[in-house]
């Protein structure tokens, strides 16, 4: 995987650069890093992996926080010079038809980590290489890792990489996701409060 491509663009949360990174610059399905026009890697940055849900990113689906999460991410990133690294890996790494297939499951009572196992999944398919190697690319030693997954703050951990502080990004519950929030924490060990 390596540097595809870049350009400025501007959002709605500020200017940022967006830069493309796969194996061949025929991949039609990137990883993006979005990296603020005041980015600085002198000192620790604030950055989030966000893994894709198009469910919940462009559809504003309310059966999880990721859109809120997502734009909560890039709006820290825009304040404070940061990174938002978006990998495609839908699903908790399953993939989207997988991800239906899991949401049919929830509705009959399973939570959303047993529901990917039932698929054969599981729980947490994610990686975090990319994430990483992009990190290396944009010269970053240091991070304020915005998480609240303590898979990613391992993953970090265990490269070279710094974890200089962890940085909290709560939602706050709705009952559509109220459940899929309590797995998270309850069984998958997310860092969230009880409400």
């Given at each position: 995987?390596?540097?595809?491509?870049?350009?400025f663009i501007p959002t709605k949360w500020?200017?940022?650069?967006?830069?493309?990174?796969?194996?061949?610059?025929?991949?039609?399905?990137?990883?993006?890093?979005?990296?603020?026009?005041?980015?600085?890697?002198?000192?620790?940055?604030?950055?989030?992996?966000?893994?894709?849900?198009?469910?919940?990113?462009?559809?504003?689906?309310?059966?999880?926080?990721?859109?809120?999460?997502?734009?909560?991410?890039?709006?820290?990133?825009?304040?404070?010079?940061?990174?938002?690294?978006?990998?495609?890996?839908e699903g908790r790494g399953i993939g989207?038809?997988?991800?239906?297939?899991?949401?049919?499951?929830?509705?009959?009572?399973?939570?959303?980590?047993?529901?990917?196992?039932?698929?054969?999944?599981d729980v947490d398919s994610r990686q975090?290489?990319?994430?990483?190697?992009?990190?290396?690319?944009?010269?970053?030693?240091?991070?304020?890792?915005?998480?609240?997954?303590?898979?990613?703050?391992?993953?970090?951990?265990?490269?070279?990489?710094?974890?200089?502080?962890?940085?909290?990004?709560?939602?706050?519950?709705?009952?559509?996701?109220?459940?899929?929030?309590?797995?998270?924490?309850?069984?998958?060990?997310?860092?969230?409060?009880?409400?």
């Open positions: 995987m390596k540097r595809q491509t870049a350009t500020g200017k940022f650069k967006m830069i493309a990174y796969a194996k061949s610059e025929t991949e039609a399905m990137p990883h993006l890093a979005m990296v603020h026009e005041d980015f600085d890697q002198s000192s620790p940055v604030f950055l989030r992996i966000h893994s894709e849900c198009l469910t919940g990113d462009l559809f504003t689906s309310r059966r999880c926080d990721c859109g809120e999460q997502l734009d909560a991410a890039m709006q820290l990133a825009a304040e404070k010079g940061g990174v938002v690294i978006y990998l495609r890996q989207l038809i997988n991800k239906l297939e899991a949401y049919n499951i929830q509705d009959t009572g399973v939570n959303t980590a047993d529901a990917n196992t039932h698929l054969g999944f975090y290489e990319d994430a990483i190697a992009i990190m290396k690319d944009l010269d970053i030693n240091a991070i304020h890792l915005i998480t609240n997954n303590p898979l990613k703050i391992e993953a970090i951990k265990d490269s070279s990489i710094e974890v200089a502080s962890r940085v909290s990004l709560i939602i706050k519950a709705k009952k559509e996701n109220k459940g899929y929030l309590q797995t998270k924490r309850d069984l998958m060990g997310h860092l969230l409060e009880k409400e």
